[in-house]
């Protein structure tokens, strides 16, 4: 196609076919980014070029711009199924915006910084029923603040540092990550104790510093949070150790190095390139069996792997792999795949050695899994590391494919090829010659590293002498590992763009079809068919009482690598301890069943409470289900009663019983939002500020779990 519109929108757009594997064309020279899937049909993009927003159901009638003013800048966060983002038009800079994936429903939160002047939105964590980001204000500067969505609900959480002056540097990818672990956030922030530990729950009172690591004016620059159980790691500097890695319950006593394992000020996870110049290597961390796994340097060697628990005694050196202080080699932990019993992790020494390597987590257990030969010698093999993203939850988790892993493993004789492996070494073997011969099949020129991995199949980009780089596909087998399209024919590349995530059932990637020459103006495509991502297991949850006793039984559809459930109860939603576990049936697809009695909790004299299950896999990862409560016999059962329906001018309801946090809303029967609230331990007769044209609504009224709907005419 040409960059002609009225081409563009007048020649029928026909599906490319190759080995039975129908492609769609949906948009044409717009360099189409997909961001993120708001609902079961559509899926929110912008363009490479203009930034332009736009909407997709992975049709082409459906990939439709939804604003002629609103750009995206590239920062983002997911509420309700609703995009909220940095964007900016000529009247309010760069602001904070929402959209639903319609035109209608795309609109400006707060213009925070009032006029064209710029709060530039970044850094968006949630926590609870609001995202929390930094934004720059004329009277505050760059600070936390939070949102629910609407006007009224974005609010500056807390000035830190009074005044102008900017607790968080705008150009700082340090100064501006929020880390939340579902209780509270961590962050640096700036004040005159320097870059130090912050946290927050939300609330003004609740957002302190947590620890003045670097005491004085110096800052530790905290970064690289990860949870590990029921604390979070990090790294920090301070004047006796240097940078290390540290750790925090959210409590300043509860904050505290871990190890110093450069001695004296001396720093294991940065090295001094010329005095006074520090850059860090560290990568970040890996999890497995309830121990962190990451690189650190203790002044003697580099390339070292360590390990940790969190405590001192237990955080010790696994493996060496250069024995020389002066080398710059060290394994890829953070690209490393978990089985039950082990992790395969990638390895190089940048001149010879392209290797995976295998580790039980001791000294003893790791060792050399396989050697490869590449025709660069010293790249390393590179790991396609599998995702699978709830974006209802927003989890990720990485379930292996159909048991297996693919990576790019090179040999001197077939060049850089497709591999699996099933995490021994005679199922660790190529998948398919793609270029015959010596040449290179998996080239990141052709596909810029990107992938996605479906229940289904692995799509990737490859070459071969024929068709040049184009989108393959393949259930890791030879005979169905195949070309998916040839979109930029005679050998062109095509330099197909995935997006590491299944949009709505569809398969959506950029590519180039030749025209225009510029490689870097793409089009937008769909791959045919209906395609889910890797498995996601628990498909229900549910509680009942049972004479004294509570019931919880739960069902999964499929379990890979997995190990056990631990139950966890909690008196306010938001805090829980552990009251039993339960062991997994194990790998299978088969539907697996479980239950959990808790003893007595009927005779316990609260009100309610809640449940939550933490699903644990073989490798030490975990992931918290939703949350279910449970009504306690004889207590009081809270409601809400419309004082007129229809409505007359106004939406007058009476609560009774109300017991924390009451959320209320309202929709119209297309299910758009017409008014949201957060109420506390509200009683007796209330008026929403909602004004209603004729039609049919619904009223949602949410308490302690507890869903109440009433239909309400206008």
Not at 394 to 416: E, I, R, Y
Not at 487 to 509: D, E, M, R, T, Y
């Amino acid at each position: 196609m040409k960059k002609n519109l009225l081409l563009s929108f007048c020649v029928a757009v026909a599906a490319l076919n190759a080995n039975g594997q129908g492609v769609t064309q949906i948009n044409a020279n717009k360099s189409l980014l997909v961001d993120v899937p708001l609902n079961s049909n559509r899926t929110f993009l912008h363009s490479d070029i203009d930034s332009s927003i736009w909407v997709t159901d992975g049709t082409l009638a459906g990939t439709v711009q939804i604003s002629a003013t609103i750009k995206f800048d590239d920062d983002f966060g997911l509420l309700n199924n609703k995009i909220i983002f940095s964007g900016s038009t000529d009247a309010t800079g760069s602001e904070l915006y929402i959209s639903d994936g319609t035109p209608g429903g795309t609109m400006l939160v707060s213009d925070i910084n009032a006029g064209t002047l710029s709060s530039s939105p970044t850094g968006f964590a949630l926590l609870g029923a609001f995202l929390y980001f930094t934004a720059e204000s004329a009277a505050t500067g760059r600070e936390l603040w939070r949102t629910d969505g609407t006007p009224g609900g974005t609010t500056l959480v807390k000035d830190i540092m009074p005044g102008a002056v900017s607790s968080f540097n705008l150009n700082s990818d340090l100064s501006n990550t929020l880390f939340t672990n579902g209780t509270y956030l961590l962050f640096a922030a700036n004040t005159a104790s320097g870059n130090e530990l912050w946290k927050s729950d939300g609330t003004s009172g609740g957002t302190v510093m947590v620890k003045d690591i670097n005491t004085g004016a110096d800052s530790s620059n905290p970064d690289n949070f990860m949870q590990l159980n029921s604390i979070v790691l990090f790294t920090a500097t301070d004047a006796t150790h240097g940078n290390e890695i540290w750790k925090t319950d959210g409590t300043s006593g509860g904050t505290a190095l871990v190890k110093d394992i450069n001695p004296g000020s001396a720093s294991a996870t940065s090295v001094e390139i010329f005095p006074g110049y520090f850059i860090p290597y560290f990568e970040g961390f890996h999890i497995f069996n309830n121990n962190a796994y990451f690189v650190a340097d203790d002044g003697t060697s580099s390339g070292e792997m360590w390990a940790t628990d969190g405590s001192t005694a237990n955080t010790t050196l696994i493996k060496d792999f250069s024995g020389d202080p002066s080398a710059s080699i060290f394994p890829f932990l953070i690209d490393a795949i978990n089985f039950p019993g082990k992790f395969i992790f990638p390895f190089s020494d940048g001149t010879s050695r392209s290797e995976l390597w295998e580790s039980d987590g001791t000294t003893g257990g790791t060792a050399l899994f396989k050697s490869f030969s590449p025709p660069n010698p010293g790249t390393p093999p590179i790991i396609y590391i599998p995702y699978s993203v709830d974006f209802v939850n927003q989890t990720l988790t990485n379930p292996l494919f159909n048991g297996k892993f693919f990576f790019a493993g090179g040999t001197a004789a077939q060049g850089t090829e497709l591999w699996s492996s099933d995490g021994t070494t005679g199922g660790t073997n190529i998948v398919k010659d793609i270029y015959p011969g010596t040449g290179d099949g998996i080239d990141y020129s052709v596909g810029d590293g990107s992938y996605l991995y479906t229940s289904s199949a692995f799509f990737f980009g490859a070459s071969d002498p024929t068709d040049g780089g184009e989108l393959w596909q393949t259930d890791g087998t030879a005979a169905n590992t195949t070309r998916v399209a040839d979109i930029n024919p005679n050998g062109g590349n095509s330099h197909p763009q995935l997006s590491f995530f299944v949009a709505n059932g569809k398969v959506l990637f950029g590519a180039t079809d030749g025209s225009p020459v510029d490689s870097s103006i793409t089009d937008l495509y769909v791959v045919g068919g209906s395609f889910v991502a890797l498995p996601i297991k628990l498909t229900d949850f549910t509680v009942v009482p049972q004479n004294n006793d509570a019931l919880l039984q739960w069902s999964t559809q499929q379990e890979l690598n997995s190990k056990s459930y631990t139950i966890q109860r909690g008196d306010d939603g938001e805090h829980f301890e552990n009251i039993g576990s339960v062991a997994v049936t194990g790998t299978t697809d088969a539907v697996s069943k479980y239950s959990f009695t808790d003893i007595g909790i009927m005779n316990s004299g609260k009100q309610v409470v809640y449940y939550r299950l933490n699903a644990i896999d073989n490798d030490g990862k975990s992931v918290f289900t939703n949350i279910i409560s449970l009504k306690i016999k004889g207590s009081k059962s809270w409601n809400v009663k419309l004082l007129a329906n229809p409505v007359n001018d106004y939406v007058s309801l009476l609560l009774t019983d109300i017991s924390g946090k009451l959320q209320l809303s309202v929709t119209d029967i297309s299910g758009k939002l017409i008014y949201k609230n957060y109420m506390e331990n509200v009683n007796g007769q209330i008026t929403l500020p909602v004004m209603l044209q004729r039609g049919i609504y619904l009223l949602e009224a949410i308490n302690n779990n507890e869903r109440k709907i009433i239909k309400l005419v206008k």
